[in-house]
């Protein structure tokens, strides 16, 4: 059922994004940039946004078409950030595009699970008096369009804007194949990925540095039920979000057992709670690349990351603790901020936020969402190709088994 967020609900909602994001879908500190300034005024003329249910914007009382909206771009950079123009300038492009054929745009989903991913969607939302719908195309951050469910299930990426903080608006629109519907598995996958490695340089140009907002996916009611099979994504975020907050979730037992009542995720601790000693990080291209190092006695976890954690590894086990596209998040203990992503542990300089210090910290894992572990399919796909340009050429293998296998001591 539809519901309205305030301001207040920002903050708790960027926490619990930040928390499904697999380290990913943009640094808090960029949410929270932006959340600050989320109040009626002379930007947004209004200081509340409805959230939808997928049935509510696909059904018989629909008030219009969908949009997907993000930024697109390496975390740090985003960090600069005040008000979310890139975006609202895509989405409003699209709007006119929509209205030149006589249609209408009512509602803006979410990319994914994160910090950003849905800040950014509820703020452009309020801008410009549209609905955003509960659910997104992940369950977690993803570092590239084809791992999304709105590629897998060929919804037409036709046209794609893209927009810089000054206004520079890039239309990205690869003509179809002769003969292809536009939305053809074969083209939906060629073209999902050309989308992306066109959009990747374009970031990096110093017009954008290193990001911009990205408009793509128009969807009709009729397309959105095969479009967002993982849903309630934004509700469990905002829910998980107002639990820490309120000091319900104070540590990794609580974590995991949350999860399990409200979510029904079942989690588990991956790691053994341990001390951040090394950060390293590249920003180029629009992503940030890069490590974080754990010690625990005689382990040092490492998480390997493309903006999203993709990998990790226990140096005292011969295989990887998680795969993506499971998700792992980090769980601070101690006092203050116990959630963080990839680019809040790491400083602009590449060192690790002091604000961590000796606090312990848990690497939490659980299993992707059943759309992203299709055999064969695009977005599983997609994830072993980046994997293996990481380093792992074996196959996918669920973090319950991986834990499992590790604890006998044997490989799977």
Not at 16 to 43: C, M, N, P, Q
Not at 320 to 331: G, H, K, R, T
Not at 361 to 382: F, K, M, N, Q
Request: net charge negative; aromatic share 6%.
């Amino acid at each position: 059922m539809a519901y309205e967020l305030g301001p207040q609900d920002l903050e708790p909602l960027l926490l619990g994004g930040a928390f499904f994001g697999s380290g990913g879908g943009g640094t808090i500190e960029s949410a929270r940039h932006l959340a600050a300034h989320f109040r009626k005024g002379d930007y947004y003329p209004r200081d509340t946004v409805s959230i939808v249910t997928v049935e509510e914007a696909s059904g018989e009382h629909a008030q219009g078409e969908a949009v997907m909206v993000a930024y697109l771009g390496a975390p740090e950079a985003i960090n600069s950030a005040t008000y979310p123009t890139g975006p609202v300038e895509a989405v409003r492009s699209v709007q006119e595009r929509l209205a030149a054929q006589g249609r209408k745009l009512a509602y803006i989903a979410p990319p994914e699970s994160g910090a950003l991913g849905f800040s950014v969607a509820c703020l452009v939302a309020a801008k410009l008096g549209l609905a955003v719908i509960d659910a997104d195309g992940a369950g977690r951050a993803v570092p590239s369009l084809p791992m999304l469910t709105y590629a897998a299930q060929e919804i037409d990426p036709r046209p794609a804007f893209l927009v810089s903080q000054s206004g520079l608006n890039v239309e990205l629109n690869v003509t179809p194949r002769a003969g292809s519907n536009g939305g053809g598995s074969m083209h939906q996958q060629d073209v999902s990925v050309i989308v992306e490695q066109m959009m990747r340089p374009i970031v990096g140009d110093p017009e954008f540095g290193q990001f911009g907002g990205l408009a793509i996916w128009q969807m009709k009611p009729e397309q959105l039920a095969a479009a967002l099979p993982i849903r309630g994504t934004l509700t469990r975020a905002l829910t998980l979000g107002r639990a820490v907050g309120a000091g319900r979730i104070r540590n990794v037992p609580q974590m995991i057992a949350w999860l399990v009542e409200h979510c029904g995720i079942s989690a588990r601790a991956i790691s053994e709670p341990g001390e951040l000693v090394s950060t390293k990080v590249d920003t180029s291209g629009g992503f940030d690349v890069g490590q974080i190092g754990i010690k625990a006695g005689a382990h040092t976890y490492t998480v390997i990351y493309e903006n999203e954690s993709l990998l990790a590894w226990d140096s005292q086990r011969p295989q990887p603790i998680v795969l993506a596209p499971d998700s792992v998040a980090y769980f601070v203990e101690g006092e203050g901020q116990s959630i963080f992503t990839n680019g809040d542990l790491v400083l602009a300089d590449g060192k690790p936020n002091p604000v961590v210090g000796k606090r312990k910290i848990t690497l939490i894992g659980w299993e992707a969402e059943a759309p992203l572990r299709v055999p064969g399919g695009l977005i599983l796909d997609s994830f072993q190709v980046l994997l293996q340009k990481l380093g792992y050429l074996g196959p996918y293998v669920p973090v319950g088994k991986l834990h499992s296998t590790s604890q006998r001591g044997e490989l799977s």
